[in-house]
């Protein structure tokens, strides 16, 4: 049979950043996050006897099978095929709207695509729960991409209770999150590798001294939908994501001089009145978060950067669907 999922990639407000368990990619800590209408993945799945191979396909480049992408699939495809029970291998074809590898979390759009699109074609008949954990063995962030809207991926400590749910549905707060897309190159160090230095640096243990109670806050200014003091705890957790890459050993600087430009634009903004705050992963994008009745500013001051080559604006969204637009 064949399946086509739609995913969102999601911005986290709270990162995951370092795991208790690399193979079952058991986060240190829990994390929350936002589905985003705008950056999407669809992927087509057909489980076919008459493959020898799995075969990948992304933005229609086929890619080569012992190449580190299609390898990822791969693993992925072999334990749906064990919960499934299936011998054959599979063609999945995907396509991405935005641009991959530059730190706008192509990971978690693409592999909670896959496992939906995989779990159909295999006929397993999962839970919102079970899907979200098969997506986190992926990769990580693509457990948050299942459920709808505002969610928490929750700190477990074992495969069956490190899964991700829906806190809140997309409308209970009209923000944005406009990604600023300042370059197009590659990074260097993906999530994957990054994460697994986490622990190196000296900072790490006060991070995780004090998360549990960052969290809750979290939680309780989504809740109530302070704006401003969310945005400002939002922006100082991005930078002390980067405090702790760029203090592991070695280093990981994602920053390009146009992504410091940005986080100085962004705060002198603010101290012009204007409600915004940023947000970075691993790359030199930047996320700015806004209240709905902010955007045509923020997108006017954006138009006018030149360093900003385009932006996407997204609203919260549900999680991963079903469609019946297959790619091929
Ligand atoms: C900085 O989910 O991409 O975006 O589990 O190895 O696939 P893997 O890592 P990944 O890491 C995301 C890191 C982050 C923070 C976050 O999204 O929470």
Same mark, same amino acid.
């Given at each position: 049979m064949k399946a086509t999922a739609i995913a969102p990639s999601n911005l986290a407000f709270i990162k995951y950043w370092g795991r208790k368990n690399g193979d079952l990619r058991l986060p240190t800590n829990a994390s929350i996050s936002m589905n985003l209408s705008s950056l999407l993945t669809t992927t087509t799945v057909e489980f076919t006897s008459s493959l020898e191979q799995d075969e990948f396909e992304l933005n229609e480049t086929k890619y080569d099978y012992d190449s580190k992408k299609v390898q990822r699939v791969v693993k992925h495809l072999d334990r749906i095929r064990k919960l499934g029970q299936i011998k054959s291998r599979a063609r999945v074809v995907s396509s991405n709207n935005f641009p991959s590898? $530059? /730190?706008?979390?192509s990971s978690s759009s693409g592999l909670a695509a896959l496992t939906v699109a995989a779990a159909t074609a295999a006929n397993l008949n999962l839970s919102e729960k079970e899907l979200s954990i098969l997506a986190r063995k992926g990769s /990580?962030?693509?457990?948050?991409?299942?459920?709808?809207g505002f969610v928490e991926w929750l700190d477990g400590d074992s495969d069956q209770t490190s899964f991700a749910v829906s806190l !809140? %549905? %997309?409308?209970?707060w009209e923000i944005a999150d406009v990604v600023a897309i300042i370059s197009n190159e590659q990074k260097e160090v993906g999530s994957t590798e990054g994460q697994e230095s986490a622990? $190196?640096? %000296? !900072?790490y243990e006060t991070r995780l001294a004090k998360i549990d109670n960052k969290i809750k806050k979290a939680k309780s200014l989504l809740e109530k939908r302070q704006f401003s003091e969310f945005g400002e705890m939002v922006e100082a957790e991005a930078l002390e994501l980067h405090a702790i890459m760029i203090t592991s050993s070695p280093s990981l600087i994602y920053w390009q001089p146009e992504t410091v430009k940005m986080m100085k634009l962004v705060k002198k903004w603010r101290s012009e009145g204007l409600q915004v705050y940023f947000s970075l992963n691993t790359g030199q994008d930047m996320h700015i978060i806004c209240e709905k009745k902010n955007i045509a500013q923020l997108t006017a001051n954006l138009g006018s950067v030149p360093e900003v080559k385009e932006f996407i604006v997204n609203y919260p969204s549900n999680g991963t669907s079903i469609t019946n637009e297959h790619l091929f």
């Open positions: 590898d $530059t /730190g706008l979390s /990580g962030s693509a457990c948050r991409s299942i459920p709808n !809140f %549905p %997309p409308s209970h622990n $190196t640096s %000296p !900072f």
